[in-house]
């Protein structure tokens, strides 16, 4: 049996500012007690009206009345021995999200889910083999990184800058610009400047290539971009990420020139995953170098993580050193990205499948 919320009051967490204020006018409050509560919710990170005590005593009461400022649940937490944490939050309706944070020396990165699934189906991914289920909706997008905030008690959030909770990569589970709607409000609701304020420098969205949005993101919100290219060739890349058929190289990367961040010195980052004998000859790397050119460009090499299933194996590390220097020597940074969280199973892009699995056999066990 799945748990579901049986709480109907309206969560506060995931409207946008406006919203809020329609909110709070509904109930005949001003505009003000909107910023009021945006920073208790989105600053000092509070979820108990009752603690809110800028506002009366009377708005207080009124509002946890009808309203909730709510978390997704936390199913599961465990922590690397590399400080990678991961999460499984449940969501309301019981369905499940997994979300990671990647320490380093002095930032963090959350690696944050838009999705239950994917509908697209990379060859190489185990979420592209999952059902896909459904949307996230804005508040369990932000929700996400809230509860991630609330796992390092880093409220309220650090005007100096977070040292855990630093930066924002939405390549959880699912693909993002087949979400935009509710992925352009969530990270609105982190970038402003009252709450959690988290620069757009700081927010990098990963897409498998959805052309019509990455312009629209680009515009709205001028987050640093994140394309998962894998392949050079349109022959592969059809075949590797299905999506390329309708909108192949050619046409990405032209959407990639007229992003805003390749004019204003930031660069966009090219996800390549190694897979032996598939994309990784030196041709392959060569390919690479001129069809990025003219692109500010980051190329992240990562070597493909195993799933039980998967018909790719990893390249070996000699290939994607000699790889990776062929890249370099063309003038592109391409570090290869070093596996975190490896024993809980903590890589983006297999999220969620190992307590899928778990939990299936949970159920049959109960059955049996
Ligand atoms: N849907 C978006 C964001 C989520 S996937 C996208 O595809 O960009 C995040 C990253 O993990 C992508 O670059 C994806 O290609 C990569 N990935 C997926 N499965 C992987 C695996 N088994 N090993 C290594 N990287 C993987
Ligand atoms: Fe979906 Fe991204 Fe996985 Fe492709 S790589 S199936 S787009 S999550």
Redesign the pocket.
């Known amino acids: 049996m799945m748990s579901t919320d049986t709480d109907e009051r309206i969560d506060l967490v995931g409207l946008t500012r406006e919203e809020l204020v329609g909110e709070l006018a509904r109930l005949g409050e001003k505009p003000f007690r909107a910023k009021q509560l945006w920073h208790w919710i989105y600053h000092q990170g509070e979820t108990d009206f009752a603690e809110m005590t800028t506002l009366s005593k009377d708005f207080r009461a009124k509002l946890a009345e009808t309203h909730k400022v709510s978390r997704p649940g936390v199913a599961t937490e465990q922590t690397s021995i590399d400080g990678t944490r991961k999460w499984l939050f449940r969501l309301a309706d019981g369905k499940e999200v997994e979300t990671v944070h990647i320490p380093e020396e002095d930032r963090g990165a959350v690696c944050v889910s838009s999705q239950v699934g994917?509908t697209l189906a990379?060859k190489?991914?185990?979420t592209g083999t999952q059902p896909m289920v459904r949307n996230l909706t804005p508040g369990e997008i932000v929700g996400q990184f809230m509860a991630a905030r609330d796992s390092y008690g880093e409220w309220p959030s650090p005007s100096d800058g977070s040292r855990n909770l630093s930066n924002i990569v939405m390549?959880?589970m699912?693909?993002?610009l087949f979400n935009y709607e509710n992925v352009a409000k969530a990270l609105t609701i982190v970038m402003d400047g009252d709450g959690i304020a988290l620069s757009k420098r700081r927010i990098t969205l990963?897409?498998?290539g959805i052309v019509p949005e990455i312009e629209r993101c680009g515009a709205e919100l001028g987050v640093n971009l994140a394309i998962?290219l894998?392949a050079v060739r349109d022959d592969l890349r059809d075949e590797l990420v299905p999506i390329n058929k309708k909108w192949p190289i050619a046409e990405l990367l032209d959407a990639c020139r007229r992003y805003p961040t390749s004019s204003n010195a930031r660069r966009i980052t090219f996800?390549y995953?190694m897979l032996k004998d598939v994309n990784d000859s030196d041709a392959d790397a060569h390919e690479l170098v001129r069809l990025l050119k003219g692109i500010p460009a980051k190329i992240n090499l990562?070597p493909?993580?195993p799933?039980p299933g998967a018909v790719y194996e990893c390249s070996s590390n000699n290939r994607i050193h000699r790889f990776a220097e062929i890249v370099n020597d063309a003038g592109y940074s391409s570090p290869v990205r070093t596996p975190r969280g490896r024993d809980i199973m903590a890589?983006?892009?297999?999220l969620k499948s190992a307590s899928e699995r778990a939990r299936k056999f949970s159920e049959r066990a109960q059955t049996a």
Do not use: L, R
Not at 347 to 350: L, M, P, R, W, Y
């Open positions: 994917c990379c190489f991914c185990h390549m959880g699912g693909e993002p990963s897409t498998s998962s894998h996800e995953v990562i493909f993580n799933w890589a983006c892009g297999q």
